[in-house]
């Protein structure tokens, strides 16, 4: 989508957006609309404004927007999407649910805010375009360098109509008054210097042979009545146990392992998975990605006998 300055604030990372966003949006008892499951970043940055989470419905596609009705978006003051490798599924959101899910924003005057740091770690092709191509007046969108360049920059963005950046950047004033200089221009000589075009390449292929790593190991490892997503990029893996097995239980057994792993409880705002488990991979040799998931896979055995 064509952008203008006027429609883009640099936040110091994403999380600052989230925080902004929330600031402007909610107030005391306000519906919110989040996936189930959905970033606990988000939730974690939305809940000191004491919303309402409302669970949209989802399948193994990702986001069910066929089976939204007219009563679930009453009253929302917007709805909290991840549609690009969703954290913590690694799911991605067909274009044709995109395109629906921004008809329903204009038929409800609803608010899209659209998270998307992991966006430009495809491994094959790129994904859909973002839900801005097909509601720009409707969106708010987030993205980061924090996933593509450094963590440690703390730099983010967001982009939405121009009336909605004027009120942000006056939240965002009184919070830090501006994101630090130093770290923009880093990122700026970075961005200009072309390096994102040859390290995104690297940084893909990378992602790509350690989830698929991953994937095999979980083959091989797991149990047989243990599934889990596929993802086409990003950083994550959902792993849905038993329903009799609770991962925050088994967490503490598999870290006296040195294995970690998030349960799947802190990423839902309303009905607790327990029974689910994010893997991460992207930052773990194929080695020993190879041997936390056999140790997991010993230690889910062990737990079921």
């Known amino acids: 989508m064509p952008t203008s300055p006027e429609q883009v604030l640099i936040v110091s990372g994403s999380q600052q957006g989230l925080d902004l966003v929330g600031k402007a949006l909610i107030d005391p008892g306000s519906k919110v609309l989040v996936e189930?499951?959905?970033?606990?970043?988000?939730?974690?940055?939305f809940?000191?404004?004491?919303?309402?989470?409302?669970?949209?419905?989802?399948?193994?596609?990702?986001?069910?927007?066929?089976?939204?009705?007219?009563?679930?978006?009453?009253?929302?003051?917007?709805?909290?999407?991840m549609p690009t490798f969703q954290n913590p599924t690694g799911l991605t959101l067909p274009a044709g649910r995109r395109a629906a899910l921004a008809a329903l924003?204009?038929?409800h005057d609803l608010w899209l805010v659209e998270d998307d740091p992991y966006g430009e770690l495809w491994y094959r092709s790129a994904p859909p375009p973002s839900l801005r191509a097909y509601a720009p007046e409707r969106t708010i969108r987030l993205g980061s360098l924090s996933k593509v360049l450094a963590p440690g920059l703390r730099l983010g963005f967001l982009i939405a109509p121009a009336d909605v950046i004027d009120v942000l950047v006056r939240i965002k004033q009184a919070t830090d008054l501006h994101t630090s200089t130093l770290t923009q221009r880093a990122a700026t000589h970075v961005l200009a210097s072309g390096l994102l075009k040859t390290h995104l390449p690297h940084v893909r292929a990378?992602?790509?042979?350690?989830?698929?790593?991953?994937?095999?190991?979980?083959?091989t490892g797991f149990p047989t009545d243990v599934r889990w997503t596929e993802p086409d990029g990003g950083m994550f893996i959902w792993v849905e146990l038993p329903p009799s097995l609770d991962a925050g239980t088994l967490l503490p057994l598999a870290i006296e392992r040195k294995v970690a792993f998030v349960p799947g409880e802190p990423f839902c705002a309303s009905a607790p998975e327990r029974n689910h488990v994010r893997l991460s991979f992207v930052t773990v040799a194929p080695e020993r990605i190879r041997e936390g998931v056999q140790i997991l896979g010993a230690l889910l055995r062990e737990f079921k006998s």
């Open 36 to 45: 189930s499951p959905t970033y606990l970043g988000a939730l974690q940055a």
């Open 47 to 81: 809940a000191q404004f004491e919303p309402k989470f409302a669970a949209l419905p989802a399948d193994a596609e990702g986001l069910a927007v066929d089976a939204i009705d007219a009563p679930a978006l009453r009253d929302a003051r917007f709805a909290y999407v």
């Open 105 to 107: 924003a204009r038929e």
């Open 206 to 219: 990378l992602y790509a042979d350690r989830c698929a790593v991953m994937l095999d190991a979980l083959r």
